[in-house]
C-alpha cells in the first residue's frame, strides 16, 4: 500500500506546532499502525530527520501507553481497538491519514505524538484505592463477593488509562475515566468504608485538574478501547452528590 | 570468549534447619529497625511491575523515605501488566489435595531441578498471603455463584490453584499494587519519578547508594542518593528483538549493576512459549501471545506430509499428524512449554510447518466446535479468538489458528542471596530481574507469584534487616562523580557515531543470531558462531550506528541506542553461558544432550549448580554456587 501521512510535529511544549506531510510506500496489510510509523521513521533517522515521537510499550491493547488521534478519531475509527491494534488492512490503498496528539489542556503535549497524562495518576492518588495495609489481610473467603458484583466490577476495572476518552470529549472530561475507576471500588464489599468519601476526593480531583464536566454527549465511551459503558458515570453522580448532601 | 573459573559461592543465607520453618526463622532473626529511625533511612526501587510498585508501595508504608522510578509515563503500565493467565496459589480452596508442599514439589520439577529449594518452599508459603492481600485491594478476581474465589488449572499441574481475573490476571493485580502506590505518593511516604530510565549505579565504600537517572524528556542527568537500591525492572527476552515482552524491556539496569559488580547468574535460561501467532513479516515489532489455556480444547497438528500446501480443511485426517498427542499421550497437548515449544520447532525442522516460511502449527478447534458447539467455545475463548482475527486478518473459527514458538520469559537475571541482596551489600534484586526461584524453566502463573512475594512480603522484611545498621553516612562524592561522567560519555559516544545504520536494524540482526544459534536449540558450533559473530556486529554497531537529534531532549531513538548497546554485551554473556553448560534442562536445551527420544538429558553430576558470573577487567569469571535437594528427589521429567 502507498499513504500519505499529515502528522502533527511539535518540539516540545513551547513549540506551536504544525502539520507535516510524509509518503510512505511498501506498507503491508498486515503491519500494525505503530509498525507503519516504525518503517517511517527508520527512514526519518537515516535521512536525518527527527522521527516522530510516539508513546507506545505493550503493543498488545493492555497497557494504555499508545494513543493518537486518526482521522480525527482518538484511536481511529475501528471501535473498541488501541491503536497498536489497529492494522493497516482497514486502511484504503493510496489514503491520505492524519495524525494528531490527544488534545486537551490537561494533557500537555510533551513532545509530537506524546502528552503527559499524569493528571490521571493524581485522580488516584486523590482516593482510587482501598486502604489496606500490606501483609496482614484477612483470608481472602472471608469476604464473599456475589459474582454478578465481582464481574461488573471488573467490566469497570479494565479501563487502561489510555485517555482516548478525554481526548474525544468536546468538553475534555475525564469522567470516563475516573467514573471507571469509582465504579471498579464501588461494587466491592472492600470498597465499601471509603465508598463516598473516594467518589468526592476524585470528581473534585478531576475538576482541580481543569477536565472539563460532563454533559453526556457519548462520544468517550465511542472510542473507549474497552467499552467502558456511559452508566459508570451515572454511578459516580450519583456516590459524588450523596457525598455532599453529608 | 575466554573466561575463568573463581570460588564457589558457598553461603546463601539460607538458614538452616527443616524447610519449613526457615522463613520463619529468618523472618525472627532480622533485625527491625526503630520506626522513628524509618523515616530518615532512604531507599531507592528502580522498576514499578508488580515486584517494584508492590515493593515500593510496602516500604513506604513501613515509614522508610521510598524514591521510585520507571521509564513509562505512569507506573500503572508496567510490563506485568499483560500478564494474561493468572497467578498459582497454594490455597487448596477446591480441596483437591493442594498443599504448600505440593505446589514447592511441582516448581522445583517444572524448574528441572535447577532453582534452590529453600527459596521456592518460601515462595508456595508466602503464595496464600498474596491472594489476601490483592483480595483486600479489591482486585476482582473471578468468583463463584456462591460468592467464593474461583481457581482453574494451568500447563504443568494437575490441581486447580491458579487464581484469574478473566484474561487480564497481570493488570487487575498490577492495578492493585499501582494503587497501593499511590496512596503512599499521596501520603507522601514514596516520591515517584516516571519517564526517568536509570543507567548507573553508585557504589561507594562498596555499599549500593544511588544511582545515576537520565530525565527522558530534558535529557537530565540526575543522580539520586539513598541507603539501598532496589531493582525491580523486569527480564531481558527483549535480547531477542521479537518476543512477547512489552517494547521497552530491556537490560539495561540490572546491565550496569552487573558492571558494578553484581554476578549475572543462569543468563542462558530462556523461556520459550510454545503458543504464540508466528511471524508474518520483516517489519514486525513484536510477538503476541495466545493465551495457553487454548491447548485445554484446541488440538496442535501438522501435515503427515512435507510442504504439503493444500489448505487445511482440505487434509483429511489420516493425512494429519496429532504429534503431541502420538508422542506424549499421557499430556497430550497440554505438556510443558519447553516440550511443546521443541515439539513444534522439530516438526516445522522437518519441513512440515505450516503458513509463511513453513513456520507454524495448526492449533485447530474444529473438534471442540463439533463436540461443545460454536457458542460454548466461544463462551470460552471468544476474546482470544477475536485477537487472533484481529492481528492476521483470519477467523479461528473457520480455519485452525497458526502458532509457533516465541521468547517469553528470562528465568536467569542478578545473583541474589535467600535475603534477595545481590553480590554488592545494599542492592537488592526483586521479580523477573533475578534469578532466583524458577530453576530452568518456570511454570505458567508463577511468575505473578514471585513478583509479588518479593514486593509484598519477602524484601520489607530483609531489607529491614538490612537497614538496621544504616543510615550509612555520606556518599563518597568521587564515586558519584564517576558514574556520572560514565553515563554521559556513553551517550556522548553513541551520539558521535552519526554512522548509517539505525539502532532497530542492528537490535534485529542481534536478535535474529541469538534466536538462531542461542534460540530454542543450542550446539557448540552454534554458539561459538554467536560468539565469534557479536563482537563483529558491536563493533559495527559503535562504528556505524546513526541516532538523530540531541541529549538535552526528548530522544527515543537514543533511548533505544543505549538499549541495545547493552544487549550485545548481554548477548554474548548468554552465549557463553550456554557453551560452558553441556548439559540440557528447562528452557536450555542443547541438541549433544538428548537421549534416545530426542527428549533434554539433565547431567546432574556436573551440573546441579547455579552459574553465578562476575564482571572482571580480565573477562568474566564463573562463580559456581551447588544446588542441594533434601527434599524433592532429582528425577528425570517425563510427560508420557
Ligand atoms: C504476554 C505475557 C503474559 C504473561 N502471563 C503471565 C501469567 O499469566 N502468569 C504469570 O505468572 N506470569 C506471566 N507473565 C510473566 C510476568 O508478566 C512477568 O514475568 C512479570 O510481570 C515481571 O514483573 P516485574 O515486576 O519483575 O517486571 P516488569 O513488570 O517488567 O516491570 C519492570 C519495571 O522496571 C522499569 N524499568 C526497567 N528498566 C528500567 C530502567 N533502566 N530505569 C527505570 N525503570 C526501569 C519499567 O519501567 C517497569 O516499571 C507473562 C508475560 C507476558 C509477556
Ligand atoms: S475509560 Fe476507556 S478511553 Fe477512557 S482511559 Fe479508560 S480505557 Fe481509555
Ligand atoms: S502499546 Fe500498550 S495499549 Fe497500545
Same mark, same amino acid.
Given at each position: 500500500?502507498?499513504?500519505?501521512?499529515?502528522?502533527?510535529?511539535?518540539?516540545?511544549?513551547?513549540?506551536?506546532?504544525?502539520?507535516?506531510?510524509?509518503?510512505?510506500?511498501?506498507?503491508?496489510?498486515?503491519?500494525?499502525?505503530?509498525?507503519?510509523?516504525?518503517?517511517?521513521?527508520?527512514?526519518?533517522?537515516?535521512?536525518?530527520?527527527?522521527?516522530?515521537?510516539?508513546?507506545?510499550?505493550?503493543?498488545?491493547?493492555?497497557?494504555?501507553?499508545?494513543?493518537?488521534?486518526?482521522?480525527?478519531?482518538?484511536?481511529?475509527?475501528?471501535?473498541?481497538?488501541?491503536?497498536?491494534?489497529?492494522?493497516?488492512?482497514?486502511?484504503?490503498?493510496?489514503?491520505?491519514?492524519?495524525?494528531?496528539?490527544?488534545?486537551?489542556?490537561?494533557?500537555?503535549?510533551?513532545?509530537?505524538?506524546?502528552?503527559?497524562?499524569?493528571?490521571?495518576?493524581?485522580?488516584?492518588?486523590?482516593?482510587?484505592?482501598?486502604?489496606?495495609?500490606?501483609?496482614?489481610?484477612?483470608?481472602?473467603?472471608?469476604? %464473599?463477593? /456475589?459474582?454478578?458484583? &465481582?464481574? +461488573?466490577?471488573? $467490566?469497570?476495572?479494565?479501563?487502561? !488509562?489510555? =485517555?482516548? *476518552?478525554?481526548?474525544?470529549?468536546?468538553?475534555?472530561?475525564?469522567?470516563?475515566?475516573?467514573?471507571?475507576?469509582?465504579?471498579?471500588?464501588?461494587?466491592?464489599?472492600?470498597?465499601? %468504608?471509603? /465508598?463516598?468519601?473516594? &467518589?468526592? +476526593?476524585?470528581? $473534585?480531583?478531576?475538576?482541580?485538574? !481543569?477536565? =472539563?464536566? *460532563?454533559?453526556?454527549?457519548?462520544?468517550?465511551?465511542?472510542?473507549?478501547?474497552?467499552?467502558?459503558?456511559?452508566?459508570?458515570?451515572?454511578?459516580?453522580?450519583?456516590?459524588?452528590?450523596?457525598?455532599?448532601?453529608? | 570468549?575466554?573466561?575463568?573459573?573463581?570460588?564457589?559461592?558457598?553461603?546463601?543465607?539460607?538458614?538452616?534447619?527443616?524447610?519449613?520453618?526457615?522463613?520463619?526463622?529468618?523472618?525472627?532473626?532480622?533485625?527491625?529497625?526503630?520506626?522513628?529511625?524509618?523515616?530518615?533511612?532512604?531507599?531507592?526501587?528502580?522498576?514499578?511491575?508488580?515486584?517494584?510498585?508492590?515493593?515500593?508501595?510496602?516500604?513506604?508504608?513501613?515509614?522508610?523515605?521510598?524514591?521510585?522510578?520507571?521509564?513509562?509515563?505512569?507506573?500503572?503500565?508496567?510490563?506485568?501488566?499483560?500478564?494474561?493467565?493468572?497467578?498459582?496459589?497454594?490455597?487448596?480452596?477446591?480441596?483437591?489435595?493442594?498443599?504448600?508442599?505440593?505446589?514447592?514439589?511441582?516448581?522445583?520439577?517444572?524448574?528441572?531441578?535447577?532453582?534452590?529449594?529453600?527459596?521456592?518452599?518460601?515462595?508456595?508459603?508466602?503464595?496464600?498471603?498474596?491472594?489476601?492481600?490483592?483480595?483486600?485491594?479489591?482486585?476482582?478476581?473471578?468468583?463463584?455463584?456462591?460468592?467464593?474465589?474461583?481457581?482453574?488449572?494451568?500447563?504443568?499441574?494437575?490441581?486447580?490453584?491458579?487464581?484469574?481475573?478473566?484474561?487480564?490476571?497481570?493488570?487487575?493485580?498490577?492495578?492493585?499494587?499501582?494503587?497501593?502506590?499511590?496512596?503512599?505518593?499521596?501520603?507522601?511516604?514514596?516520591?515517584?519519578?516516571?519517564?526517568?530510565?536509570?543507567?548507573?549505579?553508585?557504589?561507594?565504600?562498596?555499599?549500593?547508594?544511588?544511582?545515576?537517572?537520565?530525565?527522558?524528556?530534558?535529557?537530565?542527568?540526575?543522580?539520586?542518593?539513598?541507603?539501598?537500591?532496589?531493582?525491580?525492572?523486569?527480564?531481558?527476552?527483549?535480547?531477542?528483538?521479537?518476543?512477547?515482552?512489552?517494547?521497552?524491556?530491556?537490560?539495561?539496569?540490572?546491565?550496569?549493576?552487573?558492571?558494578?559488580?553484581?554476578?549475572?547468574?543462569?543468563?542462558?535460561?530462556?523461556?520459550?512459549?510454545?503458543?504464540?501467532?508466528?511471524?508474518?513479516?520483516?517489519?514486525?515489532?513484536?510477538?503476541?501471545?495466545?493465551?495457553?489455556?487454548?491447548?485445554?480444547?484446541?488440538?496442535?497438528?501438522?501435515?503427515?506430509?512435507?510442504?504439503?500446501?493444500?489448505?487445511?480443511?482440505?487434509?483429511?485426517?489420516?493425512?494429519?499428524?496429532?504429534?503431541?498427542?502420538?508422542?506424549?499421550?499421557?499430556?497430550?497437548?497440554?505438556?510443558?512449554?519447553?516440550?511443546?515449544?521443541?515439539?513444534?520447532?522439530?516438526?516445522?525442522?522437518?519441513?512440515?510447518?505450516?503458513?509463511?516460511?513453513?513456520?507454524?502449527?495448526?492449533?485447530?478447534?474444529?473438534?471442540?466446535?463439533?463436540?461443545?458447539?460454536?457458542?460454548?467455545?466461544?463462551?470460552?475463548?471468544?476474546?482470544?479468538?477475536?485477537?487472533?482475527?484481529?492481528?492476521?486478518?483470519?477467523?479461528?473459527?473457520?480455519?485452525?489458528?497458526?502458532?509457533?514458538?516465541?521468547?517469553?520469559?528470562?528465568?536467569?537475571?542478578?545473583?541474589?542471596?535467600?535475603?534477595?541482596?545481590?553480590?554488592?551489600?545494599?542492592?537488592?534484586?526483586?521479580?523477573?530481574?533475578?534469578?532466583?526461584?524458577?530453576?530452568?524453566?518456570?511454570?505458567?502463573?508463577?511468575?505473578?507469584?514471585?513478583?509479588?512475594?518479593?514486593?509484598?512480603?519477602?524484601?520489607?522484611?530483609?531489607?529491614?534487616?538490612?537497614?538496621?545498621?544504616?543510615?550509612?553516612?555520606?556518599?563518597?562524592?568521587?564515586?558519584?562523580?564517576?558514574?556520572?561522567?560514565?553515563?554521559?560519555?556513553?551517550?556522548?559516544?553513541?551520539?558521535?557515531?552519526?554512522?548509517?545504520?539505525?539502532?532497530?536494524?542492528?537490535?534485529?540482526?542481534?536478535?535474529?543470531?541469538?534466536?538462531?544459534?542461542?534460540?530454542?536449540?543450542?550446539?557448540?558450533?552454534?554458539?561459538?558462531?554467536?560468539?565469534?559473530?557479536?563482537?563483529?556486529?558491536?563493533?559495527?554497531?559503535?562504528?556505524?550506528?546513526?541516532?538523530?537529534?540531541?541529549?538535552?531532549?526528548?530522544?527515543?531513538?537514543?533511548?533505544?541506542?543505549?538499549?541495545?548497546?547493552?544487549?550485545?554485551?548481554?548477548?554474548?554473556?548468554?552465549?557463553?553461558?550456554?557453551?560452558?553448560?553441556?548439559?540440557?534442562?528447562?528452557?536450555?536445551?542443547?541438541?549433544?544432550?538428548?537421549?534416545?527420544?530426542?527428549?533434554?538429558?539433565?547431567?546432574?553430576?556436573?551440573?546441579?549448580?547455579?552459574?553465578?558470573?562476575?564482571?572482571?577487567?580480565?573477562?568474566?569469571?564463573?562463580?559456581?554456587?551447588?544446588?542441594?535437594?533434601?527434599?524433592?528427589?532429582?528425577?528425570?521429567?517425563?510427560?508420557?
Amino acid at each position: 500500500m502507498n499513504l500519505t501521512l499529515k502528522v502533527w510535529r511539535q518540539n516540545g511544549p513551547a513549540d506551536s506546532g504544525r502539520m507535516v506531510t510524509y509518503k510512505v510506500e511498501d506498507v503491508s496489510p498486515d503491519m500494525s499502525f505503530l509498525e507503519m510509523l516504525d518503517v517511517l521513521n527508520e527512514r526519518l533517522i537515516l535521512e536525518g530527520d527527527d522521527p516522530i515521537a510516539f508513546d507506545h510499550d505493550c503493543r498488545e491493547g493492555i497497557c494504555g501507553m499508545c494513543g493518537m488521534v486518526i482521522n480525527g478519531v482518538a484511536h481511529g475509527e475501528q471501535r473498541a481497538t488501541t491503536t497498536c491494534q489497529l492494522h493497516m488492512r482497514h486502511f484504503e490503498d493510496n489514503a491520505t491519514i492524519t495524525i494528531e496528539p490527544w488534545r486537551a489542556a490537561p494533557f500537555p503535549v510533551v513532545k509530537d505524538l506524546v502528552v503527559d497524562r499524569s493528571a490521571f495518576d493524581r485522580i488516584i492518588q486523590a482516593g482510587g484505592f482501598v486502604s489496606v495495609p500490606a501483609g496482614s489481610a484477612p483470608d481472602a473467603h472471608s469476604i %464473599p463477593v /456475589r459474582k454478578e458484583d &465481582a464481574d +461488573a466490577a471488573f $467490566d469497570a476495572a479494565t479501563c487502561i !488509562g489510555c =485517555g482516548a *476518552c478525554v481526548a474525544a470529549c468536546p468538553n475534555g472530561s475525564a469522567s470516563l475515566f475516573t467514573a471507571a475507576k469509582i465504579t471498579h471500588l464501588s461494587l466491592l464489599p472492600q470498597g465499601q %468504608p471509603e /465508598r463516598l468519601s473516594r &467518589a468526592k +476526593a476524585m470528581v $473534585d480531583q478531576m475538576d482541580a485538574e !481543569g477536565f =472539563g464536566g *460532563c454533559t453526556n454527549t457519548g462520544e468517550c465511551t465511542a472510542v473507549c478501547p474497552k467499552g467502558i459503558p456511559l452508566d459508570t458515570i451515572a454511578r459516580m453522580n450519583t456516590d459524588y452528590l450523596k457525598a455532599n448532601a453529608k | 570468549m575466554k573466561f575463568t573459573e573463581g570460588p564457589e559461592i558457598r553461603d546463601t543465607k539460607a538458614p538452616a534447619g527443616p524447610i519449613e520453618e526457615r522463613w520463619e526463622k529468618r523472618k525472627f532473626s532480622a533485625k527491625l529497625v526503630n520506626p522513628a529511625n524509618k523515616r530518615k533511612l532512604n531507599v531507592i526501587v528502580v522498576g514499578t511491575g508488580l515486584a517494584g510498585g508492590s515493593a515500593a508501595a510496602t516500604l513506604g508504608e513501613l515509614g522508610y523515605n521510598v524514591k521510585s522510578f520507571c521509564y513509562q509515563d505512569t507506573p500503572r503500565r508496567a510490563h506485568s501488566i499483560a500478564a494474561q493467565g493468572g497467578i498459582n496459589a497454594a490455597k487448596n480452596y477446591r480441596g483437591d489435595g493442594d498443599s504448600i508442599y505440593r505446589l514447592f514439589y511441582d516448581t522445583v520439577k517444572g524448574g528441572d531441578f535447577r532453582a534452590r529449594e529453600s527459596n521456592v518452599y518460601r515462595l508456595a508459603q508466602v503464595s496464600v498471603n498474596i491472594i489476601d492481600q490483592a483480595v483486600a485491594q479489591g482486585v476482582p478476581f473471578a468468583r463463584e455463584y456462591g460468592g467464593l474465589l474461583d481457581t482453574r488449572s494451568f500447563g504443568g499441574a494437575q490441581v486447580s490453584r491458579t487464581f484469574y481475573a478473566r484474561g487480564q490476571t497481570g493488570q487487575q493485580l498490577l492495578l492493585g499494587a499501582y494503587q497501593a502506590l499511590e496512596r503512599q505518593i499521596a501520603a507522601g511516604t514514596v516520591t515517584m519519578h516516571t519517564r526517568h530510565e536509570m543507567l548507573d549505579v553508585i557504589v561507594s565504600d562498596g555499599r549500593a547508594r544511588g544511582v545515576i537517572v537520565r530525565d527522558m524528556v530534558t535529557g537530565e542527568i540526575e543522580r539520586h542518593l539513598a541507603d539501598a537500591v532496589v531493582l525491580a525492572t523486569g527480564g531481558y527476552g527483549n535480547v531477542f528483538f521479537l518476543s512477547t515482552n512489552a517494547k521497552g524491556c530491556n537490560t539495561t539496569a540490572i546491565w550496569r549493576a552487573h558492571e558494578r559488580g553484581a554476578y549475572f547468574a543462569n543468563p542462558c535460561y530462556t523461556q520459550i512459549h510454545p503458543t504464540c501467532i508466528p511471524v508474518s513479516g520483516e517489519y514486525q515489532s513484536k510477538l503476541t501471545l495466545m493465551s495457553e489455556s487454548l491447548r485445554n480444547d484446541g488440538r496442535v497438528w501438522v501435515p503427515l506430509r512435507k510442504n504439503d500446501t493444500r489448505a487445511p480443511g482440505d487434509i483429511p485426517d489420516e493425512e494429519r499428524d496429532y504429534y503431541l498427542e502420538r508422542i506424549y499421550p499421557a499430556f497430550g497437548n497440554l505438556v510443558p512449554r519447553d516440550i511443546a515449544s521443541r515439539a513444534a520447532k522439530n516438526v516445522c525442522d522437518e519441513g512440515r510447518g505450516v503458513g509463511p516460511g513453513g513456520l507454524g502449527v495448526y492449533l485447530d478447534f474444529r473438534d471442540a466446535i463439533a463436540r461443545l458447539g460454536r457458542d460454548a467455545v466461544e463462551k470460552k475463548y471468544g476474546n482470544l479468538f477475536e485477537m487472533y482475527e484481529r492481528i492476521t486478518g483470519e477467523n479461528p473459527y473457520d480455519v485452525p489458528m497458526r502458532i509457533y514458538p516465541a521468547v517469553h520469559y528470562t528465568m536467569g537475571g542478578l545473583w541474589v542471596d535467600y535475603d534477595l541482596q545481590s553480590t554488592i551489600p545494599g542492592l537488592f534484586v526483586i521479580g523477573e530481574a533475578n534469578f532466583s526461584d524458577h530453576g530452568a524453566n518456570r511454570l505458567g502463573a508463577s511468575a505473578l507469584m514471585q513478583g509479588l512475594a518479593d514486593g509484598y512480603f519477602v524484601l520489607p522484611t530483609t531489607l529491614g534487616d538490612y537497614l538496621a545498621a544504616g543510615p550509612f553516612g555520606d556518599v563518597d562524592e568521587e564515586a558519584v562523580a564517576e558514574a556520572e561522567i560514565k553515563v554521559r560519555s556513553k551517550i556522548d559516544r553513541l551520539l558521535a557515531v552519526n554512522g548509517t545504520r539505525t539502532p532497530d536494524s542492528f537490535h534485529r540482526e542481534l536478535g535474529k543470531l541469538m534466536w538462531d544459534y542461542c534460540g530454542m536449540e543450542r550446539t557448540e558450533e552454534s554458539l561459538r558462531k554467536a560468539l565469534e559473530r557479536i563482537p563483529e556486529l558491536r563493533e559495527e554497531f559503535w562504528q556505524n550506528v546513526k541516532v538523530s537529534g540531541t541529549a538535552e531532549e526528548l530522544n527515543q531513538v537514543l533511548e533505544k541506542a543505549g538499549r541495545v548497546a547493552d544487549f550485545f554485551d548481554l548477548a554474548e554473556l548468554m552465549c557463553l553461558d550456554a557453551l560452558v553448560r553441556t548439559e540440557s534442562c528447562g528452557g536450555h536445551f542443547r541438541a549433544e544432550s538428548q537421549d534416545a527420544d530426542g527428549e533434554a538429558l539433565r547431567d546432574d553430576e556436573h551440573f546441579a549448580h547455579v552459574s553465578a558470573w562476575e564482571s572482571t577487567p580480565d573477562g568474566p569469571v564463573l562463580h559456581k554456587e551447588a544446588l542441594e535437594y533434601e527434599y524433592v528427589k532429582m528425577t528425570q521429567r517425563s510427560y508420557k
